[in-house]
């Protein structure tokens, strides 16, 4: 269970480390400068969130609870951390609006990755099934 939880963390690392190198590049596309205390506290908040999603995806190995209760409990668990960091990082201002806004996103993002990786896996559980019946 370490080392799968070693394995998860360092792929959400090299994912928030992909998503911060894009934004990097853009801000040098633009020519924008920004402090290095700033560029440090964005890619902190990257990474904690590239290592949540990494490891929170044993949620869904949980074979004890139904799908539905895997998702529900992931996607609070998720805008949870996600508004963490984000309040920490200021990702998102603290206002209502602003807030509701963030979670309205959060919510339409999740469930179009949710709704895509679901898809994949039933198109790969149909191919396995189909090559099993040959």
């Not at 040098?28 to 969130?49: F, P, R, T």
């Not at 949540?52 to 992931?74: A, M, N, R, T």
């Not at 959060?106 to 039933?122: E, G, N, P, Q």
Request: glycine share 6%; hydrophobic share 55%; proline share 1%.
């Amino acid at each position: 269970m370490a080392v799968e939880i070693l394995q998860r963390s360092l792929i959400g690392l090299g994912i928030s480390a992909l998503i911060t190198f894009g934004a990097l590049s853009a801000l040098i596309g633009m020519d924008i400068s920004v402090a290095v205390s700033e560029i440090w506290k964005h890619m902190l908040g990257s990474m904690i969130i590239g290592i949540y999603f990494g490891v929170s995806s044993l949620i869904f190995d949980y074979e004890k609870w139904s799908p539905l209760k895997q998702l529900v409990c992931h996607f609070l668990l998720s805008i949870t951390a996600y508004f963490t960091v984000a309040i920490f990082t200021g990702w998102v201002p603290m206002t209502a609006a602003a807030a509701s806004l963030a979670a309205a996103c959060f919510a339409v993002i999740y469930f179009i990755i949710w709704f895509a990786m679901r898809s994949y896996l039933k198109r790969m559980e149909s191919a396995m099934n189909s090559s099993l019946r040959k």
